[in-house]
Nanobody
Framework: VQLQASGGGLVQTGGSLRLSCAAS????????VGWFRQAPGTEREFVAA????????YYADSVKGRFTISRDNAKNTVYLQMNSLKPEDTAVYLC???????????????????WGQGTQVTVSS
């Protein structure tokens, strides 16, 4: 599967953005999809994930209540709606997918096989 992330940009504190992760080459519904982010000089950080079988959602504590991950199977796309953005949300956001990932590994980037190219999100104060 090939992944294409888009939707990043520059927004003020408190603003919103919606990121998209579009898949091609395979049926996206059979993959668990995760969003990660990475700021300069920091390790890649888990943001949110959507499990393939149950559609259960998982969020980092830092984004819970502000971000929502969802899937549109007809468009083969997963979205990350980001509200109430803060300067500390500034990072490159990457989407990832995997067919066989287990729940206990869902927050760990090392367990995802497929990655998109990333989209920059900048939140100004």
């Amino acid at each position: 599967v090939q992944l294409q992330a888009s939707g990043g940009g520059l927004v003020q504190t408190g603003g919103s953005l919606r990121l998209s992760c579009a898949a091609s080459g395979s049926t996206f519904r059979s993959y668990t999809v995760g969003w990660f982010r990475q700021a300069p000089g920091t390790e890649r950080e888990f943001v949110a994930a959507l499990k393939r079988s149950s559609s259960s959602t998982y969020y980092a504590d830092s984004v819970k209540g502000r971000f929502t991950i969802s899937r549109d199977n007809a468009k083969n796309t997963v979205y990350l709606q980001m509200n109430s953005l803060k300067p500390e949300d500034t990072a490159v956001y990457l989407c990832a997918a995997d067919r066989g990932i287990i729940t206990s590994s869902i927050t760990q980037f090392q367990h995802y096989d497929y990655w998109g190219q990333g989209t920059q999100v900048t939140v100004s104060s």
